[in-house]
């Protein structure tokens, strides 16, 4: 994927590996990422068909329609998530991105990180943290391979292991440490499908809470839930964006290695940052302002600099931009 494209990952959906039949449908749902399950929608017995099966899909050239095909393994601590990433080193087209479940530490996501770079991949990450383990370590798991662009938050698992309810008061927590690590590396954050479909309001009210809390995106069980979760995770309005992320680039001095292929939020909420609201990380200096204007609009940028001119005194309009401009400058969570 090259390295200016922006995906969104507002919504996933789940199909199984053993039915490559339903996979023209799934991406025809409107979810931004179509996710194929090798782990927990087959059954044992199944796991070598639905494994070949997925892989021959990518023999197929895909279509460059905006969505995003990830591969979920079963997790790396069994045989059958051995076996799985074995068949995708070994298939004619690597899957372009595998999710990695049950991710306990960022050593078995180092592992396989280094496992296809030797192989010549390009193959994507994406992990779920769903353990009391791997909630420890989210923020270290966040930060293990440059690969990883989303961090998705198992919340049936997660429940199971605190032996609490499977609501949204009692795994906040959870949920904001998974999002603080996400933040941390500049990733997505996908929050837990809601489990009742007929209950479209109560998924509703969990989706925005869970955009407001900082989640970039929400899953889903059934394609009714499609549109509400887009239109809830998408920009506000066409000029002043609710969050915009782009593809960004992070590199370490000093001979450090490189960070490549980061997704970077730019803007959250910025009328409501202007307006003295809550600043969780800011910038210096106006450098992004050209990315500014292509994003939000010349105009938003110099309104926004007269509300920093009026609320902090600043002499010139110029110094006020500059400091419109330090909004934009990092990730912003």
Not at 102 to 129: C, G, N, W, Y
Not at 240 to 266: E, M, N
Not at 279 to 300: F, K, N, P
Request: glycine share 8%.
């Amino acid at each position: 994927m090259d390295n200016e494209e922006f995906q969104p990952r507002r919504s996933f959906i789940f199909m199984p590996g053993v039915s490559p039949d339903m996979f023209p449908k799934a991406l025809a749902t409107g979810a931004d990422i179509v996710c194929i399950d090798l782990e927990d929608a087959i059954a044992p017995n199944h796991k070598q068909d639905a494994r070949e099966r997925t892989m021959k899909l990518f023999e197929t050239p895909q279509a460059k329609d905006g969505v995003e095909r990830i591969v979920r393994i079963n997790c790396l601590r069994t045989t059958d998530g051995m076996a799985d990433v074995q068949a995708a080193v070994s298939a004619v087209t690597a899957p372009p991105a595998l999710m990695l479940p049950k991710v306990v530490s960022p050593d078995e996501v180092k592992a396989l990180d280094e496992l296809l770079t030797e192989h010549d991949m390009l193959t994507r990450l994406h992990v779920i943290i769903e353990t009391n383990a791997g909630l420890e370590a989210a923020y270290e798991i966040a930060q293990s391979s440059d690969r990883i662009d989303a961090m998705f938050f198992g919340g049936v698992d997660m429940a199971a292991e605190l032996r609490a309810a499977n609501k949204w008061e009692t795994l906040l927590y959870a949920r904001s440490r998974v999002v603080h690590a996400a933040a941390g590396a500049g990733l997505d954050v996908i929050d837990v499908p809601y489990l009742d479909l007929d209950d479209m309001e109560g998924m509703e009210r969990e989706a925005q809470l869970a955009e407001e809390l900082g989640f970039t995106g929400k899953g889903s069980i059934h394609p009714k839930q499609i549109a509400p979760l887009n239109a809830i995770f998408s920009p506000r309005c066409p000029r002043t964006p609710g969050y915009r992320r782009l593809r960004g680039r992070r590199q370490r001095s000093c001979g450090a290695r490189q960070q490549t292929d980061r997704k970077t939020r730019v803007a959250y909420d910025v009328s409501h940052r202007a307006r003295g609201g809550e600043d969780r990380r800011g910038l210096s200096g106006a450098a992004r302002l050209l990315l500014v204007h292509d994003h939000v609009g010349v105009d938003i940028v110099h309104a926004l600099a007269g509300r920093v001119l009026a609320h902090e005194g600043l002499v010139g309009i110029e110094i006020a931009i500059d400091k419109v401009g330090a909004f934009f400058q990092r990730p912003v969570f």
